[in-house]
């Protein structure tokens, strides 16, 4: 029996599951709550800094620490985790996005790193409209605000 073509590899690479987290990050506004988004003109998006894991070896929470620190220039702590995203990325495999809140200490500010060309502080409410991608909304909604103010 034959081996089918485009069986090796690649069939292999969409079966893998991407690890990817990432952080909420947010502050006291003068009106309340602002969250953090960045705009990348890669993907021409809104959303919230976020990025691959480097190695199976680092965690979730040692990426989304480390993403939000290479694409906002901030290293900040880990706060309650929020909902996570599932979904196919541009190449077709399954992605898993962990998301962590994150506060933004009193006196400190985000500027725009790697892959980022903007950054941008938006009002809770407002954030909804801006964001791009519907599972980052669902993110957004899984924040505990209650617990933050």
Request: avoid cysteine; charge should be negative.
């Amino acid at each position: 029996m034959a081996t089918l073509r485009g069986r090796g590899r690649e069939g292999v690479g969409l079966s893998r599951v991407v690890r990817a987290a990432g952080g909420v990050v947010w502050r006291r506004g003068p009106n309340g709550l602002e969250v953090l988004l960045i705009h990348r003109p890669r993907y021409g998006d809104w959303s919230f800094p976020k990025g691959k894991a480097i190695n199976e070896k680092e965690s979730d929470e040692d990426t989304a620490l480390r993403e939000v620190e290479e694409e906002v220039g901030l290293r900040l702590e880990p706060g309650p985790e929020l909902e996570t995203t599932r979904y196919r990325d541009s190449k077709g495999r399954r992605k898993v996005v962990r998301y962590w809140a994150m506060e933004l200490p009193y006196g400190e500010d985000a500027v725009a790193g790697d892959g980022v060309d903007e950054v941008r502080w938006v009002e809770l409410d407002q954030a909804v409209h801006q964001l791009t991608w519907d599972r980052d909304v669902v993110v957004l909604d899984s924040l505990p605000v209650e617990e933050l103010v």
